[in-house]
């Protein structure tokens, strides 16, 4: 049987305090959490405004304004399944285990995540996210051979005040794009973002395979 007096002064040991404080300092991770699930909050708003929208204002919309509002929806979708992971991966793995092991609801990610598996799935996501934005931005690029202005310049702002005066005049008619947001060197330069974010993923995942080498299978009994 342990001593009492013994137990009673490594208790009281000041060599054992400031371990603990270091390891509680884990908590203060708590209010950024909580944070992103305000975050997530406010993207839900976003996603019923934009949806609403779209439920609206369809029958007088083009397809092209159709379908970037769709992929704006599948944006904001994505950007929420990030919060998600960054959220449950990261409380998971920096500050307290979630006690989910017999839960029917738990993700099949987590039951194995760490540091590693968090980064290289959130660079996945990213990149997800980033195809989203470029396939937008490709599908604005096609106004650009139709000869329509840059959005904020005097030319687009001519073309949106004869596009209100058509409106007035022919009530009913189809909304049209009146300006552009793409350009050549934005469309490039995102293209080249989205093609380095495709190589740190690549590097991500191949530095997290040589750090944990599968291990070997073993010899086949003779």
């Known amino acids: 049987m342990a001593d009492p007096r013994t137990t009673a002064v490594s208790r009281k040991d000041p060599s054992t305090f400031l371990p603990k404080l270091i390891f509680s300092s884990r908590w203060l991770q708590l209010p950024l959490y909580l944070g992103l699930i305000v975050a997530q909050c406010v993207y839900v708003f976003l996603f019923i405004k934009e949806l609403i929208h779209l439920v ?59 540091a590693s598996v968090l980064k290289v799935k959130l660079a996945m996501a990213i990149i997800g996210i980033s195809s ?37 005049a022919n009530a009913g008619m189809v909304a049209t794009k009146i300006c552009t947001t793409a350009t050549a060197a934005g469309v490039l330069w995102q293209t080249i973002i989205h093609c380095v974010f495709i190589l740190s993923a690549i590097g991500i995942a191949w530095t997290d395979k040589l750090m944990h080498p599968a291990k070997p299978a073993k010899a086949a009994a003779h």
């Not at 204002?57 to 992971?85: C, K, R, Y």
């Not at 934005?133 to 702002?157: D, Q, R």
């Open 56 to 114: 609206s204002d369809a029958p007088g919309m083009t397809e092209q304004m159709i379908m970037l509002l769709v992929l704006s929806l599948i944006d904001v979708v994505m950007i929420s399944n990030l919060l998600v992971m960054v959220i449950v991966g990261g409380y998971e793995t920096f500050v307290s285990r979630l006690r989910l092991e017999n839960h029917p609801d738990q993700p099949e990610w987590l039951s194995h995540v760490n």
């Open 132 to 168: 989203i934005h470029l396939l937008k931005t490709f599908i604005e690029a096609g106004a650009m051979e139709s000869g329509l202005p840059l959005c904020g310049t005097v030319e687009a702002l001519a073309a949106a005040q004869q596009a209100a005066e058509f409106a007035a």
